[in-house]
């Protein structure tokens, strides 16, 4: 029986008790007795629901604990990857090699990215205006290209690791 259930069964005593149909009368015996079998019915439905919020309140909380350990983790495995990858082009880079098998593929690609060396000296039609003042790069690296100076500011040539 469901504990909204046994609530109604229990006001449904508490608001008319029992008449002994003989006599008329109340027989607050029988209403006593069937009041007590209710509460108890009552108090232990509601202690295993109390006990059954606990355990979903707990597994909450061990959920929660594991999936902050686990973003921990997730973060070393991102550097722990990072630091593997750089050095790893590291030595392609001074080898002049890439490693291969059947099951992986290195590829070494160049790419540009801009470098802001002095921010205070790029010019006011290189930034963009956000919420937060930064340097916008993609005008930066098209003016370099299109064979602009911009103070402040510089084209290198990187190298990435690609892993597929």
């Keep these: 029986m469901q504990l909204y259930q046994i609530s109604d069964d229990m006001l449904s005593v ?8 003989e006599t008329g009368e109340i027989d607050w015996t029988a209403y ?3 009041l007590v079998g209710i509460e108890a019915d009552w108090n232990a439905k509601a202690c ?21 350990r686990m ?9 722990h990857a990072k ?11 001074r080898t002049g090699k890439k490693p291969a098998d059947a099951e ?9 990215a801009i470098e ?8 006011s039609d290189y930034w963009r205006e956000t919420v937060k003042r930064d340097p ?13 100076e911009v103070p402040g500011a510089q084209l290198v040539e990187r190298i990435s690791l690609q892993i597929k």
């Design 14 to 21: 508490l608001s008319a008790p029992g008449v002994d149909l």
């Design 32 to 34: 006593e007795q069937r």
């Design 48 to 68: 295993a629901v109390a006990k059954y919020i606990a355990s979903l309140e707990a597994d909450e909380a061990a959920k929660k604990e594991a999936a902050k």
């Design 71 to 79: 973003n921990e983790r997730a973060t070393q495995d991102a550097a």
């Design 83 to 93: 630091r593997l990858r750089d050095y790893l082009l590291r030595e392609c880079e």
């Design 104 to 112: 992986i593929q290195v590829a070494l690609r160049k790419s540009s």
């Design 116 to 123: 802001i060396s002095d921010e205070r000296a790029l010019p």
């Design 136 to 148: 916008d790069k993609t005008r930066i690296k098209q003016a370099i290209k299109d064979g602009y």
